[in-house]
Nanobody, 123 residues
Framework: QVQPVESGGGLVQAGGSLRLSCVAP????????MAWFRQATGREREFVAA????????IYGDSVKGRFHISRDSGQNAAFLQMNSLTPEDTAVYFC????????????????WGQGTQVTVSS
């Protein structure tokens, strides 16, 4: 089994940056794809970014393209989300997710989920 654990959330002013980390100890074969999702209060969970183990061709949600950057350390089963130019609309709980095969934006296709880390952006 795999249990992702997120860290790095917090409070930041609009225009600022944060870097989220996710470590997923366990069988590395189960985490070929790692991703970030977010959920704001009263809203559905939203895809943010995903990356394969090779780090080739990561994908991003439209609302974060050009501002967020996903990367990973495959040797440690870790993924990172660098968030720049943050706005209050980025306020949400950010979740790390993992799956064995294939890269996808659909949250129901990820098998392993962390507990989430809160990101709050003040105006």
């Amino acid at each position: 089994q795999v249990q992702p654990v997120e860290s790095g959330g917090g409070l930041v002013q609009a225009g600022g940056s944060l870097r989220l980390s996710c470590v997923a100890p366990g069988r590395t074969s189960l985490t070929n794809t790692m991703a970030w999702f977010r959920q704001a209060t009263g809203r559905e969970r939203e895809f943010v970014a995903a990356i394969s183990r090779s780090s080739a061709a990561p994908i991003y949600g439209d609302s974060v393209k050009g501002r967020f950057h996903i990367s990973r350390d495959s040797g440690q089963n870790a993924a990172f989300l660098q968030m720049n130019s943050l706005t209050p609309e980025d306020t949400a709980v950010y979740f790390c997710a993992a799956r064995q095969f294939g890269i996808t934006i659909r949250d129901d296709e990820y098998d392993y989920w962390g507990q989430g880390t809160q990101v709050t952006v003040s105006s």
